[in-house]
């Protein structure tokens, strides 16, 4: 089954009222996801694979005007993190960089929802393509993907 219809069987299972939309353009990006959706970078749920020393992944849900906070970051994790490779990224959700969301992924791992998201009504998460995303209130993503909240990141 390819990623678009696993994420929509997946999201049809979860919440039927979540529904894909799919672009001609790439979106790939916060930025070109931003330009196809017409709204703001920071409305752009991007989702960061990061893996500690021991090799154990955790995923970041953020909007795409933020950055992760070193500092912030050692609330969930007692071990310093990296961004796994395009390779891991692949291996662990299933999905290419580019297209990662936060849902139906291929091997389960924590995810991590930050406050940065709880500043708008709703966010725009990719599904599972560089030409996909999906409209969510972050009670929806809460729901959806079973994350815990948390504030890991500095905003502009």
């Given at each position: 089954?390819?990623?678009?219809?696993?994420?929509?069987?997946f999201l049809?299972?979860?919440?039927?009222?979540?529904?894909?939309?799919?672009?001609?353009?790439?979106?790939?990006?916060?930025?070109?996801?931003?330009?196809?959706?017409?709204?703001?970078?920071?409305?752009?749920?991007?989702?960061?694979?990061?893996?500690?020393k021991?090799?154990?992944y955790l995923?970041?849900?953020?909007?795409?005007?933020?950055r992760?906070?070193?500092?912030?970051?050692?609330?969930?994790?007692?071990?310093?993190?990296?961004?796994?490779?395009?390779?891991?990224?692949?291996?662990?959700?299933?999905?290419?960089?580019?297209?990662?969301?936060?849902?139906a992924?291929k091997?389960?791992?924590?995810?991590?929802l930050?406050?940065?998201?709880?500043?708008?009504?709703?966010?725009y998460?990719a599904?599972?393509?560089?030409?996909?995303?999906?409209?969510?209130?972050?009670?929806?993503?809460?729901?959806?993907?079973?994350?815990?909240?948390?504030?890991?990141?500095?905003?502009?």
């Amino acid at each position: 089954m390819c990623a678009i219809e696993k994420v929509k069987q997946f999201l049809y299972s979860k919440d039927p009222t979540v529904k894909v939309i799919e672009f001609e353009q790439d979106t790939s990006t916060s930025y070109l996801a931003a330009q196809a959706l017409g709204t703001e970078v920071a409305q752009i749920a991007k989702s960061i694979l990061l893996k500690d020393k021991k090799g154990a992944y955790l995923l970041i849900v953020s909007t795409g005007d933020a950055r992760i906070d070193n500092k912030k970051i050692k609330q969930i994790s007692s071990t310093r993190l990296r961004m796994a490779s395009a390779d891991e990224v692949l291996e662990v959700t299933g999905f290419p960089i580019g297209g990662v969301c936060p849902f139906a992924l291929k091997s389960q791992v924590p995810i991590y929802l930050d406050d940065s998201l709880r500043r708008f009504p709703v966010v725009y998460a990719a599904a599972g393509t560089a030409n996909t995303a999906v409209p969510v209130s972050f009670e929806q993503l809460t729901a959806i993907t079973g994350g815990s909240w948390c504030d890991v990141t500095m905003v502009p």
